[in-house]
Every structure is written in structure tokens, then in C-alpha cells.
DNA sequence: TTACCCATGTAACCCGTTACATGATTTT
DNA sequence: AAAATCATGTAACGGGTTACATGGGTAA
């Protein structure tokens, strides 16, 4: 589980409320991670529990008192001790390579589809990365004023983008080779054939 | 749910038992998916609920019975479907990123062991990739004499690689910033200093 | 008046991993 | 003698998502 230390990692900005944290979260991370309340919620209660963090109440009236939340000492070692320790490559676990993996089972015509459309749609994320979330990034440094975390805020951003700028030219270069191959012979392909509709 | 899917895809290859199935994905997809037969074994049993398998047993001594699935025609329709619907953009969820993006809790000098350490082991995993999953294909597509998928085989190891080459130059050029601004101050980035050690 | 913001949570469910259970056969 | 292969599964646990529950204050 990261969420735990992704909130430690957080809560070194300043103390926080679950639901600030989750506001946090969804300006900040949000390109490569994400939490739910329903989840942050019980997270923080344990983080209490092991003393990675302390808690004060301010009491408000017509709704439920705010839950502040303070990284404490242990809290910064542990966060220290887990960034430092090795992480395991992730893994691609992408649903859409199994469907092309299986995509003989369907017309090539149709796969070209698949590959445009998912293509688009890495592009739209893409520019909204390039765009929103970059500003994002910068008006966060300088509100929070903290310059030396802009730098890393950046890397994580620009580690999105490079695998966005992958995934687009992978689909572009998918497509050439399908294409090719379906100009170069019309045996080894099947277009709008039984075969093909027999998977649809 | 993928795996149904997955798990679909591979018996348009040929019927399988679970078992087989389970060599199939070490073999073949395990370089963006995975599966254990714990997890096989109840999404078989689902899959011939819904009538997109059949099954047949065939007896043997010594040793539990084999369960052989094959792929019913609503099974084939229902895999084309699943196929064509759009499939919305995978997530990068890697814990690692975390770290980066909490960096400026520790001395730049251990960030950058981390980004090497990472690197290194993002170097190996496309070597094996390049190397042995690339021969595996080969063979794969060979033996099983199926010409027409080796094509969409290649696609995907072809964007495994594509990721994992991206990772590594992401890797060096952060390496690269990181000690450029170790270089430019000594201020905006600790190196040893209280901060580095209270973190850590 | 409708919808969103604040602020907390619990419960159910889904998917995946790890551990446990059985047990003959074959390879090292 | 030990380990891997074949062949089936169940149970427990972990982490994440969705749905449910409450309810006043504020903006469209």
C-alpha cells in the first residue's frame, strides 16, 4: 500500500484535513495517482494509530469538526526509510494491449479504428497534461511557496507526458504496419471477411 | 474484469485447461499481464456460467481430472464486443513516482541513487524483454503456426518496450537536471544537510 | 430550487495476491 | 532425496471503487 506514505508525503507541506488532502491529491498527483475519501478516511485513522501522525480537532458548528492532521518525527522516517527503499518496476497493465494481442481475431480494418480512437484519446490527456496540469503545478509551488519541490513536481509530470508521447507514436507506428500489411497481401489478413465476422 | 477477456482471447488459439492457460499467459502476455491459477480457475467456472466456454472432462488416474475449455460461439461474439468497445486510457500508477514527487524530503545525492537504481532495473527488464520475450513470440507464433497473430504479438511487446525505453531516458534526464541543480546552488537543494537527515 | 461545497464516515463489492490443501510422476 | 511438473481447487487478506448515509451553507 502507497496511499499510506503518499499521505505522509503530503501531510510534509503543511497539517491537513482528510478532505483537504484529497483536494490535494486531485490538483497534484492526480496524473498518476489517485485516492477516494472512502479510503483516505480510514488510511489517516491508521497512520494515527501507528504514530506516523497526530491529530487535532477544531470544533465547528453545522458540520462535522475538522480532523487536522500533523506528520510527526517517526512519520518523517518512515516517509524517508520507504522513499529510499528499491520499488519494484511497475508493470504495464493496460487492457488495451490484450486487445490488440487477440486482435487476429478481428478484421484489420477494425483494429485500425481501435488504434485511431485509443490514439485520440492519449492525446487529448496528453494536451490536458501539457496545458492544465502544468499550470496546476506551477501555481501550486508558488501559493504553497515551496521552489525546491517544484522540480520533482515537474519530473513526475514529464514522466506522464513521456509515456503519453510513447503510447501516441506506438499507436501511429501500429497503424503503418497494419496498413502495410494490409496492402501487401490480402491472404494472411482478413478484411470484412466470415472470419472476421464470426468475432464480432 | 480483463481476465475473462483474456482468458477468452487465448482459447480462440485452441481449448486449453486451466492449467495450460496458465503457461499460455507466463509465456506470451506476462510482459503486460498476469494471472494466477487461483484466479483462473473461479473465472473459468464464471466464463461457462454465461455459456462462453464449454467444458469436457477428460479422465485420467493418478491425478485430478483435466477440465478442457473451448470457446463458444456467444463466447467468440461476446470476446469481438469486448474487443470493439472503447477502452478508456490505463492509468501510470507507479509507486516510484510517489517517491520522486516527495524527493525534496531527502538529500538530492540519494535522489539521484534512487533514479540510477530504478534505471538499472528498467535496463534489464527491457533486455530480457528484447532478448527472451522476443524469442518467445518467435517461437510462439511458430509452433502454434498462427502467422496472422504474430504481427499483433510483436504490437505489444513492441509498446511494453516502448515504455520501458521512455522510463530510462526519463530517468537520465532527471538525473541529468538534478545535478545541474546541485551544481547551480547549494542552497534550494540540501545535500547532507539537517533537513536531508531529519527525513531520513 | 437545484446543484455544488464542506466534512465526516461505513458497507459492499471487485479484483488480485498469497497461503493452504492434495498427491502421484518425473527430473535433477 | 529433493525439487519440479502436472492438475485441481479453497480461504484469507489487501487495496481500490462505488454506493450509501448525514446535513448545513452557498452559489448558479
Redesign the pocket.
Known amino acids: ?3 499510506k506514505h503518499a499521505l505522509l508525503g503530503v501531510l510534509t507541506v503543511r497539517p491537513m ?3 483537504e488532502l484529497k ?1 490535494f491529491f486531485d490538483s497534484s498527483v492526480q496524473h498518476f495517482w ?6 483516505i ?2 488510511t ?1 485513522k491508521a497512520l494515527e494509530e501507528q504514530g506516523w501522525v497526530d491529530k487535532h480537532v477544531e470544533v ?1 458548528e ?6 487536522i492532521y500533523e506528520i510527526t518525527g517517526s512519520g518523517r522516517d518512515e516517509l524517508g526509510r520507504w522513499i529510499r527503499n528499491p520499488q519494484p518496476t511497475a508493470d504495464l497493465r493496460d487492457p488495451f494491449l490484450i486487445k490488440v494481442f487477440f486482435g487476429a481475431n478481428l478484421p484489420v480494418e477494425d483494429m485500425l479504428v481501435l488504434l485511431r480512437r485509443q490514439m485520440e484519446e492519449e492525446q487529448k490527456v496528453l494536451a490536458f497534461s501539457e496545458t492544465v496540469l502544468t499550470e496546476k503545478i506551477r501555481e501550486g509551488v508558488k501559493y504553497l511557496d515551496l521552489p525546491r519541490h517544484g522540480l520533482f513536481w515537474t519530473l513526475t509530470l514529464e514522466m506522464a507526458n513521456a509515456y503519453r508521447r510513447a503510447y501516441i507514436d506506438w499507436c501511429e507506428r501500429s497503424m503503418r504496419l497494419l496498413e502495410e500489411s494490409l496492402l501487401e497481401d490480402g491472404t494472411s489478413a482478413p478484411h470484412g471477411d466470415r472470419d472476421a465476422s464470426r468475432a464480432g
Chains 1, 2 share one sequence.
Open positions: 500500500m502507497s496511499l484535513t482528510g478532505y483536494q489517485n485516492a477516494e475519501l472512502s479510503q478516511y480510514p489517516l465547528q453545522s458540520r462535522p469538526n475538522k480532523k
